[in-house]
């Protein structure tokens, strides 16, 4: 059973950084693409940021671009959001997913709060 547990979330003000985390258990982590989504309150989820399998690409929404970061730590089969010059409107809880080629897995989500 694929398992993805995220962490990393928390309160920060505007301007800041924060760090996200999400560890793949139970699964083949190098065959799987990873992405980080999130969703704010009564809004539908959103795409953020994907990194291919090898990690040679990636890919982000306009609204991140620049400013965030996805990678790859496959020592720790986990995958990395690093993001910087938070804004209020990044506030949501953010989602990882695990795409294989038949399904996708997701995690239960860690809440991201930007204050102005």
């Known amino acids: 059973q694929v398992k993805l547990v995220e962490s990393g979330g928390g309160l920060v003000q505007a301007g800041g950084s924060l760090r996200l985390s999400c560890v793949v258990s139970g699964g083949r982590f190098s065959s799987y693409a990873m992405g980080w989504f999130r969703q704010a309150p009564r809004k539908e989820r959103e795409f953020v940021a994907a990194?291919?399998?090898?990690?040679?690409?990636?890919y982000y929404a306009d609204s991140v671009k620049g400013r965030f970061a996805i990678s790859r730590d496959s020592a720790k089969n986990a995958v990395l959001l690093q993001m910087n010059s938070l804004k209020p409107e990044d506030t949501c809880v953010y989602y990882c997913?695990?795409?294989?080629?038949?399904?996708?897995?997701w995690g239960q989500g860690t809440q991201v709060t930007v204050s102005s």
């Open positions: 997913r695990a795409d294989s080629a038949r399904n996708y897995y």
């Open positions: 990194v291919s399998w090898s990690g040679e690409y990636t």
